[in-house]
Nanobody
Framework: QVRLVESGGGLVQAGASLRLSCAAT????????MAWYRQAPGKERTFLATITRSGGANYADSVKCRFTISRDNAKHTVYLQMNSLKTEDTAVYYC?????????????WGQGTQVTVAA
């Protein structure tokens, strides 16, 4: 059974940095695109960044200059480095991945990790 598990969230002060990780486990044959999203209280889940298997990245305009997505294919892990955090970055952060197993390909979501940025 394939799972995505995020880690690295927490409570920080404005201006600080955090690095989120998301590891995929299970009977994985291949992971294609991986991405990060977030959902603030009372708002819809929004796209932050995506990265291809070969490392090509795209970002939402709101985070382009502050966040960096990366991945380690050998570890089936995607990262999100977040710098210069603002109070408006407070949200639950979710990873997403397009994963192929031996029998099928599907889109998976992690359970989320809370990031809280205090003023």
């Amino acid at each position: 059974q394939v799972r995505l598990v995020e880690s690295g969230g927490g409570l920080v002060q404005a201006g600080a940095s955090l690095r989120l990780s998301c590891a995929a486990t299970g009977n994985i044959f291949r992971i294609d695109d991986m991405a990060w999203y977030r959902q603030a209280p009372g708002k819809e889940r929004t796209f932050l960044a995506t990265i291809t298997r070969s490392g090509g990245a795209n970002y939402a305009d709101s985070v382009k200059c502050r966040f960096t997505i990366s991945r380690d294919n050998a570890k089936h892990t995607v990262y999100l480095q977040m710098n210069s955090l603002k109070t408006e970055d407070t949200a639950v952060y979710y990873c997403n991945a397009d994963i192929q197993t031996a029998h099928y390909e599907s889109d998976y979501w992690g359970q989320g990790t809370q990031v809280t940025v205090a003023a």
